[in-house]
């Protein structure tokens, strides 16, 4: 396996709750098939609509799961109102306000800055997980660091410049038109 392989995704996960974010949980194993020894693994939960109701409260159903502009569980409607909210521009104080009612935006600066740090160069056009309880009157899409086995790779490794459509960088890069959300982040 190449160097770091085994640690990278789960030093994210584990700064992400350092960052007292939602996180999935890991833990590596020894495994063997049929008495075959196949070597150390990192088993991870999964962030589906299972591990949000069971960690967030509520019924699986009500959790819309997006995975790299998929839904996993649920639909894309709640996504696509978010996604137009951003589009549309949030340069100004009403549309930052509209923003905020739909996306949690402490977990999101956190999980931007996590990805930015490690120099994360496998994501954002995928490899990212978002979840929304549109059940939930407060309800906010949380963002969940997945697959993250390309951060820490190399020491000019830069993801800030990333701006790909209807992904956490392309929200990101919308919200930063804002002072208020400059100021935050």
Not at 5 to 17: C, E, H
Not at 97 to 116: G, T
Not at 137 to 157: C, T, Y
Request: charged residues 20%; negative net charge.
């Amino acid at each position: 396996a190449p160097r770091g392989q085994y640690v990278r995704d789960q030093w994210a996960r584990d700064l992400q709750a350092a960052m007292d974010q939602p996180t999935t949980h890991g833990r590596y194993v020894h495994l063997y098939l049929n008495g075959l020894y196949w070597g150390i693994y990192n088993m991870g939960e999964r962030p589906a609509s299972s591990y949000q109701a069971d960690y967030f409260g509520g019924e699986k159903g009500e959790y819309d799961v997006i995975n790299s502009n998929n839904a996993i569980d649920g639909d894309l409607a709640a996504w696509n109102t978010m996604m137009g909210m951003a589009n549309a521009g949030l340069a100004g104080a009403e549309a930052y306000a509209d923003i905020l009612e739909l996306v949690d935006i402490e977990n999101f600066i956190d999980y931007m800055i996590m990805n930015f740090y490690g120099g994360n160069q496998d994501w954002s056009h995928h490899n990212w997980y978002a979840s929304y309880n549109h059940e939930d009157p407060d309800g906010r899409w949380r963002f969940h660091s997945w697959d993250a086995e390309k951060v820490l790779q190399g020491i000019r490794d830069n993801s800030t410049r990333g701006r790909d459509g209807g992904s956490p960088t392309g929200i990101h890069h919308q919200l930063l038109t804002n002072p208020e959300y400059q100021l935050k982040f």
